[in-house]
């Protein structure tokens, strides 16, 4: 069964520190793989996607991830954090029978002045 | 372009009740899925519609339950409320992927309180 793993709860950072939030997946296929971001008391916006090709992929407000197939894993990363990067963030498998997600149980980031 | 709406924004009933929470995809969006979310579970995915036939299923109790209008809007109904079923309902719209994978736009969600 597909399954997607976040395993950090929770996430402190100094502001201006360098982000490595870990996601790791259970799939039979290559899989379609995404990043949200989640601000209290909003809906979930999309920071990238990766369907194929380059393995390393960028999104937006400077952040990337690069797919290792190898590992099963797909690793959000920003060179350099903003106080305004604190979030609930969540890592997402795409299954292409049919629209469905599945999602991880999401990684509280709490940055530091 | 709107983005994706539910309405209400927050919800409190009692034991016992029904609720019907509603979802307005993005204009041009056909497959409309609806997740709940909690702090112990994170998002469980409830249902996915489209072209108003139910898609896909989680694994979730009779209880719950959804339907999508001709013009793509959906709603979702949860009877016999239980206290477990306080949570936030995200709903997320997306094109008919087709052959080939397409985004989830999430709305705001509808925070429910059973109390």
């Known amino acids: 069964a597909q399954s997607v793993t976040q395993p950090d709860i929770h996430i402190t950072v100094s502001e201006g520190a360098s982000l490595e939030l870990r996601c790791n997946y259970s799939?039979?296929?290559?899989?379609?793989l995404f990043w949200y971001v989640q601000s209290p008391g909003q809906g979930l916006q999309l920071l990238l996607k990766?369907?194929?090709?380059?393995?390393l992929v960028q999104g937006i407000k400077g952040f990337e991830a690069e797919f290792k197939r190898s590992q099963s894993s797909f690793n959000l990363r920003k060179p350099s954090v903003h106080w305004s990067d604190a979030a609930e963030y969540f890592c997402?498998?795409?299954?292409?029978?049919?629209?469905?997600?599945?999602f991880g149980t999401g990684t509280s980031l709490t940055v530091i002045p | 372009k709107a983005g994706v709406t539910q309405t209400p924004r927050y919800l409190i009933k009692t034991r016992g009740q029904q609720v019907t929470l509603s979802c307005s995809p993005i204009?041009?969006?056909?497959?409309v899925s609806w997740y709940q979310q909690t702090p112990g579970q994170g998002l469980q995915f409830l249902f996915e519609?489209?072209?108003?036939?139910?898609?896909n299923k989680g694994n979730f109790p009779g209880r719950f339950s959804g339907r999508q209008f001709s013009n793509s809007r959906s709603e979702m109904n949860v009877s016999t409320l239980e206290l477990g079923d306080s949570a936030l309902y995200l709903c997320?719209?997306?094109?008919?992927?087709?052959?080939?994978?397409?985004?989830?736009?999430f709305g705001p969600g509808t925070r429910l309180t059973v109390l």
């Open positions: 997320a719209s997306s094109l008919d992927p087709g052959l080939s994978y397409n985004e989830q736009f």
């Open positions: 799939y039979g296929a290559t899989p379609y």
């Open positions: 990766y369907f194929s090709g380059d393995t």
């Open positions: 997402a498998v795409g299954v292409d029978t049919g629209n469905q997600f599945y």
């Open positions: 204009s041009g969006h056909r497959s």
């Open positions: 519609y489209f072209s108003e036939t139910q898609r």
